[in-house]
């Protein structure tokens, strides 16, 4: 959302950044109880946070010490997921309770065993903010990556509750460090600490509210990816599939990633090479986009034991196996990087020790630019969409035996000597004391 709240913060006078904050707030709500005539997403927001407080009341029991986790959507919660349950298995006398911002998070996790309870976070605005802090009463507060709500920080801060932000990620061009960011500013000030992802951000952050409020910790996906690694189920469906055969997984994939996919595996020589493919959108229209790509392709909620290892494509039409996907591939192909959204989660291929490859968009996601420089990841740009040159990188891999061990080698070592950010935070919290047994 900090995004979203851009041309408010341009003013350098916080009371009139407040002034245009708050007129954000209510053009937004307004906005999005229209979008919801006409749009799902839209609808499931405007709906989910209907008898919120309510619902608050209800399930949550005066007496319980709770600690509040937020997160923005379904990549927040990834991130925070691994500091949620360790956190949940050395403090069993608290509760926790894990809001989201977004439907995309909320509807997915919704049922999510890991908290003791799921909800929307309530608008921003000072009513909501205290009576939410009223109902929920946590001992402690923290908030995952990007997720920056003035009203929500100035009361935990008033109330004097431990407030932190973990796996962050700043660069130079954000309004934080610009002329116009002071309401910004104001709002990272509110953190008793930061744990950020690099020392580049860092070295920003501390400009703003002293090194002493900050701490290079890592980024907790890379705990989270090895952790679902460690767990791995097979798939008897996928492996009945690939058998003994090359096998390209492409995942997360939208229409501009699945055009260039086609155009390269048309003009594709590899033997017995086959193809995964998991698109992040599992609509109906979707899926008939990707089987006019790819004509002899079959759809996993229709493929049949016996005879699905004559096929070469497979469509994958469910949420819930991507992550193991991965493992049972010889090249994978991570999308979302063909567009200025950029590429999605490139972590849960490569803790296979998988070569990622992922298009020119990238430079925003910390763990994609490691990827590349340590040679695990393969960025490539592709303007005609026509996929010759993601062709020319497969059959490159394929004919030398030697960088694809390499890179493949460098890809899990990469996420390897990585992880370690959720033991930095806990032990940050057992060293100030801010839970206690």
């Not at 929500?152 to 610009?178: G, W």
Request: glycine share 8%; proline share 3%; with cysteine.
């Amino acid at each position: 959302m900090h995004d979203c709240l851009y041309f408010c913060y341009k003013f350098k006078d916080n009371n009139l950044a407040v002034f245009f904050y708050n007129i954000f707030l209510w053009v937004f709500k307004a906005g999005i109880h229209i979008a919801s005539l006409f749009s799902t997403k839209a609808s499931k927001w405007v709906q989910g946070r209907k008898g919120l407080f309510e619902k608050l009341e209800a399930a949550i029991p005066a007496n319980s010490k709770i600690v509040w986790m937020h997160c923005a959507s379904l990549g927040e919660f990834e991130q925070g997921r691994p500091l949620l349950e360790k956190m949940k298995d050395q403090y069993p006398e608290y509760r926790f309770l894990l809001t989201f911002f977004s439907p995309s998070g909320y509807e997915v996790q919704k049922n999510y065993t890991g908290a003791d309870w799921v909800f929307y976070l309530p608008a921003d605005g000072p009513t909501n903010a205290r009576r939410f802090l009223e109902i929920v009463h946590p001992s402690l507060v923290i908030f995952v990556k990007y997720e920056f709500w003035y009203y929500y920080l100035k009361k935990i801060k008033y109330r004097n509750i431990p407030l932190v932000l973990v796996s962050a990620l700043f660069r130079k061009d954000m309004s934080f460090f610009s002329w116009y960011g002071g309401l910004q500013r104001k709002m990272l000030s509110r953190f008793d600490h930061l744990f950020v992802q690099n020392e580049s951000s860092a070295e920003l952050i501390r400009g703003i509210i002293g090194a002493g409020n900050c701490t290079v910790s890592g980024d907790t996906r890379f705990d989270r990816v090895a952790a679902i690694a460690g767990r791995f189920e097979p798939i008897p469906l996928v492996e009945e599939f690939s058998g003994n055969s090359p096998l390209l997984v492409a995942g997360s994939t939208w229409p501009d990633d699945e055009k260039v996919l086609a155009g390269a595996w048309q003009g594709l020589n590899i033997t017995g090479l086959k193809i995964i493919i998991a698109p992040h959108e599992i609509d109906e229209k979707h899926m008939l986009e990707i089987k006019n790509l790819f004509p002899e392709a079959v759809r996993f909620s229709e493929a049949k034991t016996g005879s699905i290892k004559e096929k070469k494509v497979l469509i994958i039409d469910n949420i819930g196996m991507l992550s193991r996907l991965y493992k049972y591939g010889w090249l994978t192909y991570i999308g979302g990087g063909m567009n200025k959204n950029g590429v999605h989660n490139v972590l849960e291929a490569a803790v296979y020790s998988k070569i990622v490859l992922f298009g020119p968009f990238y430079h925003k996601y910390n763990e994609a630019t490691g990827l590349v420089s340590c040679g695990g990841g393969i960025s490539f740009t592709d303007e005609e969409k026509n996929g010759q040159t993601l062709k020319l990188i497969i059959e490159t891999l394929a004919d030398d035996e030697r960088e694809y061990q390499i890179r493949s080698e460098s890809a899990g070592h990469f996420v390897q000597s990585n992880r370690g950010a959720t033991n930095k935070i806990i032990h940050y919290f057992q060293e100030k004391r801010l839970l206690t047994n």
